[in-house]
């Protein structure tokens, strides 16, 4: 089959034998875009083994290099960052039945870029990070890094939840998906969430730093003055700016939980079905929602631009509390410490920091703050789940076209799918 006949058309199909049907793809399928021609797909007879005992009709394939007439028949390159798998082992026994794995462990950054360079990974189509903690040696995912990718590279399947350290926008530009493990952490960092409020309403830090100090007076100052000014979360507003999937499960639980009143900002309003089971009212204006929530839980991707500076924080009502879950540099954490000062926030609750891992020291000496090691999405179920889901993402797009937790289709010119 000629290279001029296959771009004639999106799909052209030979007989290699009488048992054999060959279909070259230009195709939504694994390899697309890039190439003038992305791959041969050979669908075969289980009777023969032409492939092996088994045979996938999209991952057995012939993959055409850049060179037409150079031929060669093989798995789909995936490129492993970080650590071994821990968990699904089954799951990975039938990944690399499909894949051929390549590893760059934990490389820095100046000899990951090397490696690139030198195309040492060769040819991959996608890109598997399975831990949040491991396979980020080589730091922000920018121009420099995206730019060193081989064209053949059409999937970035990572661990976590926030992609602020990685460019999608440049992802995209190259015809690459990139997909996110949300989906895996959404219990654990509701659960987060909802400890975060608990916590604010109640002053349980006060209380536990109190005791683990070992200092008698700071006890009986904790027991005696806590409870005037801690109050119960039942029937207070919860306001949350960003309403996705993790939103709507920390609205649920704090609905259900202690019968909060659920507010919400987004860019858009969500269906009925979404806003049901925590009875959420939308505000479409964000500062409409700061003057009316007792507490405001920011639960939105960061996107390079500050969310709540001091001019946004003067307009939440007085007395109220604040609590990220999100991104550390969504809020300015010098009108936050001014306003717990003058008593306009009664209370603030954050598992993320503007500056991590540095976090600041007028809010760690404020009782009426709780602060963590960016732990809320942290559970053994969380990194369970990010190993399973980039396999599972990889897995669909490469037999589809389409991803399971894709972040940045929106932005990926049609023409290129």
Excluded at 34 to 52: E, H, Q, R
Excluded at 185 to 196: F, K, P
Excluded at 221 to 230: C, E, F, Q, T, Y
């Amino acid at each position: 089959l000629g290279t001029a006949d296959m771009m004639e058309s999106k799909t052209s199909r030979t007989r290699l034998s009488s048992d054999i049907n060959v279909t070259a793809e230009r195709s939504p399928n694994l390899l697309e875009g890039g190439f003038s021609i992305d791959c041969l797909f050979a669908t075969v007879p289980p009777s023969l083994s032409f492939f092996g005992s088994t045979c996938d009709p999209v991952l057995s394939s012939f993959r055409i290099q850049n060179n037409p007439t150079a031929v060669t028949m093989g798995k789909p390159i995936v490129l492993q960052l970080g650590d071994d798998i821990k968990w699904n082992h089954d799951l990975y026994k039938d990944f690399t039945s499909k894949f051929e794995i390549r590893r760059s462990y934990s490389m820095p950054r100046a000899e990951f870029i090397q490696a690139l360079k030198d195309r040492k990974f060769g040819d991959f189509f996608a890109i598997y990070r399975p831990f949040w903690n491991t396979g980020g040696e080589m730091g922000n995912w920018d121009k420099e890094l995206i730019s060193l990718l081989p064209s053949s590279c059409k999937i970035y399947a990572s661990a976590g939840a926030g992609f602020d350290w990685v460019d999608t926008e440049t992802l995209a530009s190259r015809g690459i998906i990139y997909c996110n493990a949300a989906a895996a952490c959404t219990e654990s960092v509701a659960d987060g969430a909802i400890w975060l409020i608990l916590s604010t309403f109640r002053l349980f830090s006060w209380s536990a730093a109190a005791a683990r100090s070992g200092d008698p007076d700071r006890f009986v100052d904790a027991n005696k003055n806590l409870g005037a000014v801690s109050r119960n979360p039942n029937g207070f507003s919860l306001g949350i700016i960003g309403f996705g999937k993790i939103g709507r499960r920390i609205a649920e639980k704090a609905h259900k939980s202690f019968d909060m009143k659920v507010l919400y900002n987004d860019v858009v309003r969500m269906p009925a079905e979404l806003e049901k089971p925590s009875n959420a009212t939308y505000y479409k204006d964000m500062s409409d929602l700061l003057a009316t929530a007792d507490c405001v839980l920011v639960a939105t991707p960061f996107a390079g631009k500050t969310l709540l500076d001091a001019a946004a924080i003067s307009k939440m009502k007085r007395g109220a509390k604040l609590i990220n879950i999100a991104r550390g540099k969504l809020i300015e954490e010098e009108p936050l410490v001014a306003a717990l000062k003058s008593g306009h926030l009664s209370a603030a609750g954050l598992d993320v920091h503007y500056n991590e891992p540095h976090v600041n020291k007028e809010l760690i000496k404020m009782r009426n703050v709780e602060v963590l090691s960016h732990n809320a999405g942290a559970s053994l179920d969380a990194h369970m789940g990010f190993e399973r889901l980039g396999m599972e993402n990889i897995i669909s797009f490469a037999k589809t076209g389409r991803a399971v937790t894709p972040v940045n289709a929106h932005l990926i010119n049609k023409s290129r799918l």
